[in-house]
């Protein structure tokens, strides 16, 4: 008998035997690199071209058209790969048919739900072994229900095929088909091989068929097309943002805006229906443990701005991280928190988890929290029903026995929320955009104004210059070396001690090291008596004030 994928008693598809050294050869095994799995895309200069076998058009599958399994009709496959030419351009190694990817993604989703919904179902059920299978399914028990549904799919298409006379899939053809799909349903579909590339640190999307990587020497090249239209890009986001099982987000023309981590730890940001073209960028974090010592080693921070930020987090002082877009902000914010000690239990606040410490394993208690954004209609306070911002998350974090309230990006009126952890005087940590250290505290004052009428701009001075003591700015710029090439560099610029002032400006703001325009800033010499309580957390002065005279003497 055929084998039916809607069988929830025989979703393997192996065959009469069960066994599973019958499905294709993707599928006989699981993978042997957990997570992420690589594309098959090179951004190698030299890359040898690879055959790829041609696979049918989701025409012909949707309408069994016999005569159009191959591409452009011809029902059959030839090499069609290439590598990257002297220019960097990226061309795709594997002509594979994406609408027919698209189509079996839908199937795949649909029965992949169906298995597991039967959970539910068998809660009654007097078979414990039905309730057993499809109960509490971990990721990867459903990857690996999904592979076997995938398996079946396939046969059943290729057996359709054949009986309609056109030419049957080779096994390689097949794995390729599979893993497009598998892909496509648990990863990142035709995004998966740009950002499992090393090179490459952020990937821009204006539309389906212009992609821009941009690598990591700050140099850009065309990527290939990430979908047939700017329709299936938005398809695919839409199921991007409604696959997470804890936290699905909404995107959709009354929410033209979508925020979210992707498997691996990449930030995705994506807009449209507001814009002229649906538009994507993906943010690689490519060092998600790091050390303020890996900063000094290339050559980021002086040894004596190591040592202080050092001392500052130990003593539980309020850092703020200050930069442009893509300077470093968040890598730098893991190093800062490394220095915290391992005992200390941590709680972050993120919109978009990017911090990852409790994934990092340097301290033995993280809770994370991550907002969200609520899906349901909107109540009578304005907000989604659903939602739970950070404002929400601090104050439930309150009894859960914290040392350390860590509050990530600050981009609008959640610096409330940053400005309550710091008062809770547990030595909170955030990051912003702002071009230099005083332009920061102006940035976080126009944030705080957004909470509303109520909150003018003394309120939102005094509170800041009661509880933000040290802001790091961070400068980023791509340097075009004498042999041609070019280099991304990034650097500590300024490094500031921030104190209740006078009235009229409401704080005052002490240089410890730069500003620097080129390259790490060094000390200046002029401390705060503030800063000398840091001895006791080993801050060495007498490093910070040679640093200083060897700067003095080298201008």
């Known amino acids: 008998m055929k084998n039916d994928p809607t069988d929830h008693t025989n979703v393997a598809g192996a065959g009469a035997s069960g066994d599973p050294t019958a499905l294709p050869p993707l599928f006989a095994t699981a993978p042997t690199r957990p997570g992420r799995v690589r594309g098959t895309f090179t951004m190698t200069p030299d890359a040898a071209t690879v055959p790829a076998p041609a696979l049918g058009s989701v025409k012909a599958h949707l309408n069994g058209d016999s005569h159009r399994s191959g591409v452009n009709g011809s029902g059959s496959s030839g090499p069609t790969g290439s590598s990257i030419p002297a220019g960097g351009r990226w061309v795709e190694q594997e002509d594979i048919d994406w609408g027919l990817v698209a189509a079996f993604r839908t199937m795949v989703a649909d029965r992949l739900s169906a298995a597991l919904g039967a959970h539910w179902r ?52 097949q794995a390729v088909m599979g893993q497009a799909v598998f892909d496509a349903v648990f990863r990142l579909g035709r995004l ?63 929410t033209p805006r979508l925020h979210m981590k992707l498997d691996g730890g990449a930030r995705l940001a994506a807009t449209a229906w507001v814009v002229g073209r649906p538009t994507v960028v993906i943010r690689r974090h490519r060092l998600k443990v790091d050390t303020l010592q890996a900063w000094v080693d290339r050559g980021c921070m002086t040894e004596a701005c190591a040592n202080f930020l050092a001392a500052a987090v130990r003593a539980r002082w309020s850092v703020a991280v200050s930069g442009a877009m893509s300077a470093g902000k968040t890598t730098l914010m893991r190093a800062l928190c490394a220095q915290i000690p391992r005992e200390e239990a941590i709680g972050t606040f993120e919109t978009e988890y990017e911090l990852f410490l409790a994934e990092s394993g340097v301290h033995d208690i993280v809770i994370d929290w991550e907002a969200r954004p609520g899906v349901g209609e909107v109540r009578a306070d304005g907000r989604a029903a659903g939602a739970f911002d950070l404002a929400d998350a601090l104050m439930d974090s309150f009894r859960f026995a914290l040392s350390r309230q860590i509050v990530g990006e600050i981009r609008g009126p959640e610096v409330w929320t940053m400005i309550k952890a710091m008062e809770s005087g547990t030595g909170s940590l955030s990051t912003t955009h702002a071009a230099n250290a005083e332009a920061c505290i102006r940035k976080l004052v ?110």
């Open 122 to 173: 068998a809660r009654s059920d007097t078979d414990p072994t039905t309730a057993r299978r499809f109960g509490g399914l971990d990721r990867a028990e459903q990857e690996r229900v999904g592979r076997e549904i995938i398996a079946d799919l396939l046969r059943d298409h290729s057996a359709e095929s054949v009986a309609r006379g056109a030419t049957r899939w080779t096994p390689s053809e």
């Open 192 to 254: 998966q091989p740009l950002v499992d590339d090393d090179r490459v640190e952020n990937i821009f999307i204006l539309g389906h068929e212009r992609v821009l990587l941009e690598l990591t020497d700050g140099s850009r090249v065309s990527g290939p097309p990430v979908a047939d239209s700017d329709e299936e890009l938005i398809d695919f986001l839409r199921f991007l943002a409604n696959r997470s099982e804890s936290n699905p987000r909404p995107f959709s023309e009354s």
């Open 446 to 555: 126009t944030c705080a104004m957004e909470a509303g009428s109520h909150v003018n701009r003394d309120l939102a001075l005094e509170k800041l210059a009661g509880c933000l003591e040290v802001i790091v700015q961070l400068s980023r710029q791509v340097v075009y070396l004498p042999d041609g090439t070019q280099q991304l560099r990034r650097w500590v610029s300024e490094v500031v001690v921030v104190e209740p002032g006078e009235r009229e400006k409401g704080y005052a703001l002490t240089h410890l090291f730069g500003p620097s325009s080129a390259g790490a800033a060094a000390a200046t010499g002029i401390i705060s008596e503030r800063c000398r309580t840091l001895t006791e957390h080993g801050f060495d002065q007498a490093l910070f004030h040679a640093e200083a005279d060897q700067a003095g003497a080298a201008r």
